[in-house]
């Protein structure tokens, strides 16, 4: 079973920055895609942001025009989510998310999630 350890969360006044951090026990390089996802309180889960194994990211609307970024260092095995101009929507459990593809069938790994609170 592929585990995921992220860190980074934290209290963070509105404005600030927080960088998220996940590294898989497997290579990184053998999921098609890595990604971050958030839940804020009473919502369901969606997606932040993903970047494929090529390095191609993808955005949710919510976050597009540069607040966040991610990225990966594969020699690290790591991505990263770069968070700024943090607002208090943004706050959230936010879990780092492993997927790959075999056939038709897609498998999914999640982190156990690390919390985001930002104050306003």
């Known amino acids: 079973q592929v585990q995921l350890v992220e860190s980074g969360g934290g209290l963070v006044q509105a404005g600030g920055s927080l960088t998220l951090s996940c590294g898989p026990s497997?290579?990184?390089?053998?999921?098609?895609?890595m990604g971050w996802y958030r839940q804020a309180p009473g919502k369901q889960r969606e997606l932040v942001a993903t970047?494929?194994?090529?390095?191609?990211?993808?955005y949710a609307d919510s976050v597009k025009g540069g607040r966040f970024t991610i990225s990966r260092d594969n020699t690290r095995n790591t991505v990263y989510l770069q968070m700024n101009s943090l607002k208090p929507e943004d706050t959230a459990v936010y879990y780092c998310?492993?997927?790959?593809?075999?056939?038709?069938?897609?498998?999914?790994?999640w982190g156990q999630g690390t919390q985001v609170t930002v104050s306003s």
């Open positions: 998310n492993a997927m790959s593809t075999w056939g038709s069938r897609r498998y999914d790994f």
């Open positions: 497997a290579n990184i390089l053998s999921f098609d895609a």
């Open positions: 970047i494929t194994s090529g390095g191609s990211p993808n």
